[in-house]
């Protein structure tokens, strides 16, 4: 019985990570050449072992997929916020998707541009809008037009003018779980379009602000590649009519939620992610914005 448990747990390891960097030797599990049973003598257990160059491929994979359009990637820190995991992103080129202050201030230890930090906290709070605006991130996703006019509001006391975008609930189903789809109408995050294009339209009522982005997230662990392509295709028409009306933006950011497999999940590539999306994004004249995390 207990060699059956052992062996479904090697297969299941194996089906997780199915690389090179990860696999069992003379029946012992190895992490890039480091035998793990030595790791947990030394460090004792529990413990957190990450493959560095795991990482670094998968985020190579996704960067070559989209090498033909203007995009840039950011970490979603949420999915794992260990320094070095982070750090390792950075110094790849990657920006910080921020969900917290606190993620914020982790963020900054590892010594990126703050240029290259998005704040994306739902329900933020006076002190973590102040403090993007302190440390002058690239911009606050605002969640809704209260919370626009609290931003515009800090904004203004501060003398400064904030760079926000409106993360845009386009009504579409993630098909995954229902405790972490985030783009139907009925779920409880960002703004729907109309009004999402009421906002930007009255523009002038928010003197403190700069609207350069327009963003989504429909969800989490998200298997089926057709919601990705229906949001991103609602959000282009949106794209369009603001920029109809004489509001250019700078950022089209697409959020995160690409699924990995744990068990026998069937996942879309991220190449399939890119061929599929591509043609829309070249018909948007600014920068595309990833923010991967589990992936």
């Known amino acids: 019985m207990l060699k059956q448990v052992q062996h479904d747990q090697k297969k299941k390891i194996m089906h997780y990570f199915e690389n090179e960097h990860?696999?069992?030797?003379?029946?012992?599990?190895?992490v890039e050449e480091?035998?793990?049973?030595?790791?947990?003598?030394?460090?004792?257990?529990p413990l957190y072992i990450y493959s560095k160059?795991?990482?670094i491929n998968q985020y190579k994979e996704f960067e070559n997929a989209f090498k033909n359009i203007n995009h840039k990637i950011f970490y979603a820190m949420k999915a794992n916020f260990n320094l070095s995991v982070i750090s390792t992103f950075v110094k790849l080129g990657s920006g910080v998707d921020a969900n917290s202050e606190g993620e914020l201030y982790r963020a900054l230890k590892t010594g990126v541009d703050p240029s290259k930090v998005i704040l994306t906290s739902v329900g933020k709070t006076k002190n973590e809008i102040k403090l993007g605006l302190e440390k002058n991130v690239l911009m606050i996703k605002a969640e809704s037009e209260e919370e626009i006019e609290l931003i515009n509001k800090i904004a203004g006391g501060m003398n400064k003018t904030a760079r926000v975008a409106i993360r845009v609930n386009p009504d579409v189903d993630a098909k995954t779980h229902p405790y972490i789809s985030t783009g139907l109408s009925s779920n409880k995050f960002g703004v729907d379009s109309k009004t999402a294009l009421s906002i930007y339209k009255r523009r002038k009522d928010f003197p403190h602000i700069q609207f350069t982005g327009i963003d989504m997230h429909i969800g989490s662990q998200i298997t089926s590649i057709?919601?990705?392509v229906e949001a991103v295709q609602k959000l282009s028409e949106l794209y369009f009519?603001?920029?109809?009306?004489?509001?250019k933006l700078k950022h089209f950011d697409v959020g995160g939620g690409m699924g990995v497999s744990y068990n026998s999940e069937k996942i879309f590539s991220i190449n399939e992610f890119a061929e599929r999306t591509i043609p829309l994004f070249k018909n948007l004249d600014c920068e595309i914005i990833f923010e991967p995390g589990r992936f």
């Open 22 to 30: 990860i696999g069992y030797k003379n029946n012992q599990l190895y």
């Open 34 to 45: 480091i035998n793990v049973n030595e790791l947990a003598k030394e460090f004792e257990t």
């Open 226 to 228: 057709d919601p990705f």
């Open 241 to 247: 009519e603001i920029e109809k009306d004489g509001l």
């Open 53 to 55: 160059n795991h990482f």
